[in-house]
């Protein structure tokens, strides 16, 4: 069925360093991709999403890179801080949000 | 503005018993989602509400699970009666409309154990 999954369970980097976490998807026909990040106790955060007419999408401090060939996608944080600390969920939709199939998450730890 | 607003914050219930679970969206979201988050699992939706219509319950268990919006506005998730594998944190989210790619705002979630 469809699925969306994340290459690296746990993240570990240091204050200042840039983040790249990853995350591949099955479903060729998706055509929306978010990225959401949860701290604890809290519910998931939306941070940038992405069309599949779009390679690259930037916003502050965050960059999200899709490659539609291998069906792939990438949150990049640059000038990672504490406060990034997170689990960081892809999502992929289709014709609309209505319906986001989740991936299964990325712990980032970043130290000081 | 008030986010996504969600009580109990946390449950503990014996096996077999009922639960419930409330949400009230951000004002003026007319669509409303329950979520199921396993732990280290992404959310899975379980109900999509349209105003007062479920337009999307085809992941709720509907022999245990049960959801309303009456009004249009909170709604209610019930579980009767809870098993051990119900465990899991409940999460609401809202959205401003349908069909388009509103972002989803999501609420603390209800951490249920059962027991």
């Known amino acids: 069925g469809e699925s969306v999954g994340l290459h690296l369970p746990t993240l570990s980097v240091q204050e200042g360093d840039n983040s790249i976490i990853n995350c591949a998807y099955s479903?060729?026909?998706?055509?929306?991709f978010i990225w959401y990040k949860q701290e604890s106790g809290k519910g998931p955060q939306f941070i940038i999403d992405i069309r599949s007419n779009m390679d690259k999408r930037q916003g502050q401090r965050v960059t999200v890179l899709l490659n539609k060939t291998v069906k792939h996608l990438s949150l990049q944080i640059a000038a990672t801080q504490p406060g990034d600390s997170a689990v960081y969920f892809c999502?992929?939709?289709?014709?609309?949000?209505?319906?986001?199939?989740f991936g299964a998450g990325t712990r980032l730890a970043v130290h000081p | 503005e008030a986010g996504v607003v969600q009580s109990p914050r946390y449950k503990i219930i014996e096996k077999k018993q009922p639960v419930a679970f409330w949400c009230n969206p951000i004002s003026g979201h007319n669509t409303l989602y329950w979520y199921l988050q396993n732990l280290g699992q992404g959310p899975e939706l379980l109900i999509r509400y349209e105003n007062e219509e479920a337009v999307d319950d085809s992941q709720l268990p509907k022999d245990r699970f049960s959801a309303e919006r009456l009004k249009g506005v909170d709604s209610t998730l019930k579980i009767q009666p809870a098993e051990l594998g119900d465990s899991a944190v409940y999460l609401c989210a809202s959205s401003l409309d349908q069909g388009t790619t509103d972002t989803q705002y999501f609420g603390p979630g209800t951490r249920l154990t059962v027991l």
């Open positions: 999502a992929e939709a289709t014709g609309g949000y209505n319906k986001l199939i």
């Open positions: 479903n060729s026909a998706s055509d929306y």
